[in-house]
């Protein structure tokens, strides 16, 4: 099917993958107040946080985790902005969204230009020495290709020469890197990875042949193929072991704790179940409330 350029980001943008504030940041205000029948074990960790609204970091590009709701520009829906309320909720505080690339999403935390960062980010070794974060959730990455596979790419020995577009900043990135490499020690053409803001830019790139091979989490992966099955397909995992978590600056051990005893409380009362099942998760991707420092 012959897409224009003009076109496709239409429907991108219909389907809630294009977004705003891709090129810097912008807040937005979706508050939260505190449930009339808070557990103890809510009300114990609102104790440390009282009085704060939290302003939280997120990148909203990736469906089903984060995306700008089509019908309403000023709010945000997903996964993670529902995980975001229950949570709030449970500690009976108020929160602010900053919505950036995923790149600066680091930078501003470790800046206290927010407090939080909730957006799909992988708790990496590399990353928590810079943040540190409380788990929610097991993380499984997967890639998109070009329709039928022209190329034949099933497995990461195989994109030796190819060109892979990846978002700025994220662990999938990484991992093509590290396949460059070893194609490279093995005599083979190296993979040319090709840089891009966000998961849009990465999807036109394949639609426009600019790029043979994207990778993402699963679920988003899965995602946008069943969105613009015209063009795009999944093809292979990547076992990363690997788990999303909550971000929080060094300092704040009082948030820090907060997050993880409302977590905690969330996942021991069923929410983030019934959240996953209706993002389209599995229940068995919760993680374990735990809090990594290094």
Known sequence: MNIS????????TACGLVLTACGGSSSSQQGSSASTSQSSACKSAGAKVKGRTL?????????PYETIDPNNADHLVGLDPDLIDAVTNCLGVKYTYTTMTFDGLVAALETKRVDLIWSSMLATPARAKQVNYVLYQKAASGTDVRKGNPKNLNTLADICGTTAAEVTGTVEATFFQQQSDKCVAQGKPAVNITYYPDNNACVLAIKTGRADIFSTDTALTAALAKKFPDFLQTSFDITTGLNFGVGVNKSDNDLLNAIFEAVTEIQSDGTE??????????????QAAQIVTS
């Open 5 to 12: 350029h003009r076109w496709l980001i239409g429907l991108l």
């Open 55 to 63: 302003q939280i970091a997120i990148a909203p590009t990736s469906p």
């Open 273 to 286: 179940v019934k959240l996953l099942t209706k993002w389209g998760f599995a229940a068995a991707q919760v």
